[in-house]
């Protein structure tokens, strides 16, 4: 981290050297500073936001290919027939990995959070649950309900796909609507630097002007303006990206249960990306800032 | 080392210079004279390429300026001082760092010994040695004037172009500008000055051989000895 901000402050120091040749200026430098921290700040949630969302639906994604669960409440004495009954439909059923019926110390345990360690689950109507794992394009949940109604009256599929599906499909949607905003961020910033740029062009045209008198090239004149602009983009938004960073640290960690709230953030080699965004402003910048120049020194003489 | 041919420059629809041709001489001192709003700055600027004519063609140097890209003419200006009639600064510098000005912005060291040494040297023949760390806004007419025009001749120019040098100073200060201007021109560097006033003309004329450029109608003559 200190190396980043050290690359980002170094420049600058020479910049007061280098470039005095364009005054100081006042509040519009600021606002240049703080409007690129704001916005970096955002992005990065709107990174967090993509990336976490991403994850969400890859998460989704896989566990729908885990497929589904039948779930089988007849009455007690029924119950071992219609098990046994189902799982033979299941070995016949095209695009059924796998299927077997959870026993009783399994079905404890998922009851468990509810009901605690102690309970005995002869003395309650649990249903028994099989649990099916599909394979290749998964299994035709439609035909299995069909044969099932038929021959095991008491057995209800849960297809997962079916709950999920608009939810991965949600996911991808945030994720989406989280680059998106990073690109506009990415516009406003342009389009926020051209003005302040054009603004400074417009306010130095003296001395843009006696530049040109005493024999400066457009290109001199033009990287004066376009060093400062982009140092300030960068700086500003590199403080912007590192306080942006400490919050989302600070979110509260996901969890086992992972609702995408709890899950924004960053995982792993994640953490480098938002570490673009200063870069990508400063370039950002740099490219705004040189067209508005380039057309603001062809009217001038 | 200045070339017009039938010059015309037009503005608004209107013309101001028509069929303008002279030819200024390496070493040469000319004056351009003229009533007010004659055109005077207007063939200055043309002649430093801050105006492009409407027909005709200007050379300095030898290069015709219509063929030249922005980046030639910036480097031509290196090579030829001009001091402007409201001599412009900029004013967040102090007055030694403007006069360096060209060299910086050339890429020109201003950081060794020999290069400050000319420096100082430049500042004590305006006569601003004292005023080297005030800032433009800090400086009377006369102060702005040689400044401008020691920021004009520290590259060391050829070719120095004056527009009313002697313009906001009292009769003393110009003659002391023009002693200056008159000492460059016999360094073997060529000028040329606009100015409405005659007395200045004279002055000069008993030192060096000035030629006197008058423009009156929209055209150039080049006025006898009679001044």
Known sequence: MRHVLESVLGPLRR????????????????????????????????????????????RWGDELAEGATIRISAPADARAAQTETALRILETT????????????????????????????????????????????GFDAAGLRLRLEAEVPDAVLDDHAQWRAPLVQAADRLKTLG????????????????????????????????LRLVGASDRYIANAFVRRFTLRTA?????????????????????????????????GGQWFLPLLIPVMAGVVAFIATGWAARRVLREVA | MIELNNVAYSYNG??????????LAPGSFHFLTGPSGAGKTTLLKLCYGALRPTAGRVAVFGKDLSALSRDEIAGLRRRMGVVHQDCQFLDHLNVSENIALPLDVSGRAI???EALEDLSELMAWVGLTHRAEAFPPELS?????????????????????ADEPTGNVDWEMSQRLLRLLVELNKMGKTILIATHDLSLIRAAKAQVQARVLRIANNSIQLAGADL
């Open chain 1, 235 to 267: 700086a500003g938004a590199a403080v912007g990206v590192m306080v942006g960073m400490v919050v989302v640290r600070m979110l509260p960690s996901a969890s086992n249960t992972a609702g995408f709230l709890t899950g924004l953030g960053f995982q």
């Open chain 1, 15 to 58: 910049d007061a050297q280098a470039d005095r040749i364009v005054p100081p200026s006042g509040a519009t430098a600021q606002l240049v500073v703080l409007a690129a921290a704001a916005m970096a700040f955002l992005a990065v949630f709107a990174l967090a936001l993509s990336l976490a969302s991403g994850r969400l639906a890859e």
């Open chain 1, 179 to 210: 680059t998106v905003s990073v690109l506009l961020l990415g516009v406003i910033m342009a389009a926020m630097v051209t003005l302040a740029a054009k603004t400074a062009l417009a306010t130095n045209a003296q001395v843009i002007k006696v």
């Open chain 2, 14 to 23: 209107g013309a101001l210079l028509s069929d303008i041709s002279i030819s």
């Open chain 1, 94 to 137: 095209a695009g059924v990995a796998f299927a077997r019926a959870l026993d009783a110390s399994e079905q404890q345990a998922l009851l468990e959070p509810w009901f605690g360690p102690d309970l005995d689950l002869s003395s309650l109507p649990v249903p028994q649950l099989i649990e099916i794992v599909s394979e290749g394009g």
């Open chain 2, 111 to 113: 950081d060794d010994a």
């Open chain 2, 141 to 161: 007419g006369g102060e702005r004037q040689r400044a401008a025009l020691a920021r004009g001749v520290i590259m060391s120019p050829d070719l120095l172009i």
